[in-house]
């Protein structure tokens, strides 16, 4: 079922012949960008890609057809995103899992158990290590959103304003959607430092300096310790910046399986760029998410 169809994306044409005429106006193709419930019977394929990419080489650990399934089985929560019609693959999309609801499913199990796994090696993610470990008190809401990588950020304002309705007609019929806390799991890239630069800030390690830019959203931390990574970081949802600030805890994880594919051709394709692609975790108190969905709306903000 279609919910609505209010966002058009304006490109160059890739396919436009070059004209020597100084006049001639550039060539622009308008895509529409149309949400629906989730549906069992058009978005299982789509819905398998884009969990597989968002959990990037771990997804192999997870049992993602599992998590699919409980994504569809809440047709009324969540949206995804198309621009071929109701039965085409979707190109993004975004939900919320109950982790207090689907405690014994296998599949949520094991996500959960990796998350606890990955953040406890970053201090910042210790407030989300501990409330994963005692989910029976808290009611953790587990937001799950990926989308193709030339579909724009701008889509993201519209799909949680419909999370946000969705949960509190649910919460209105009675369903167990009275979050306490939301998780927002996602990804970030990690700018990677040579050798020779790392010497080079070696002697400085003591002074510390954060700079945040909006318009790249990129945080850039100078003369950092973090042995091969470096100071920067790129967000592949722009929002996840925004979302941020309004956080009760945020960081970053490296993948389990980033040692055994570090020879593949796509990861040296990633060292070549300078970056290595990491996990992300945001916690938000429920209370806050309205606030946060306000900013990530402002205009610009994605």
Wanted: aromatic content about 8%; overall charge negative; glycine content about 6%.
């Amino acid at each position: 079922m279609s919910k609505r169809k209010d966002l058009e994306e304006e490109a160059e044409d890739p396919y436009a012949e070059e004209s020597s005429s100084s006049e001639e106006e550039e060539q622009v193709q308008t895509i529409d960008f149309e949400w629906f419930d989730p549906q069992p019977e058009n978005d299982v394929r789509g819905l398998n890609i884009l969990c597989t990419q968002l959990f990037d080489i771990d997804a192999q650990l997870f049992d993602v057809k599992g998590l699919v399934d409980l994504i569809l089985s809440q047709p009324t929560l969540g949206s995804t995103v198309k621009v071929d019609g109701n039965e085409s693959d979707p190109c993004a999309f975004l939900t919320v899992l109950s982790l207090q609801e689907h405690k014994d499913n296998v599949a949520i199990k094991g996500l959960v158990d990796y998350l606890i796994a990955q953040a406890s090696h970053n201090l910042s993610l210790a407030p989300i290590t501990e409330l994963l470990k005692s989910p029976s008190a808290d009611h953790v809401g587990l937001i799950l959103q990926e989308r193709l990588l030339n579909v724009p950020g701008e889509i993201s304002p519209p799909m949680y304003n419909l999370l946000i309705e969705e949960i509190g007609y649910a919460v209105e019929d009675g369903e167990p959607y009275t979050f306490s806390h939301y998780l927002i799991l996602s990804k970030t890239c990690q700018e990677l430092v040579s050798e020779f630069a790392r010497e080079a800030i070696r002697p400085a390690k003591k002074a510390r300096k954060l700079e945040i830019n909006d318009n790249e959203s990129s945080v850039t931390e100078t003369n950092g310790k973090d042995g091969k990574l470096g100071s920067s970081v790129d967000y592949f949802h722009p929002e996840d910046e925004v979302f941020q600030k309004h956080a009760l805890a945020y960081g970053s994880f490296s993948y389990q399986k980033e040692s055994e594919v570090a020879d593949t051709e796509m990861r040296r394709a990633f060292r070549e760029m300078g970056i290595k692609p990491q996990g992300h975790l945001i916690l938000i108190e429920a209370t806050n998410l309205p606030a946060a969905y306000q900013a990530v709306s402002m205009p610009g903000a994605v």
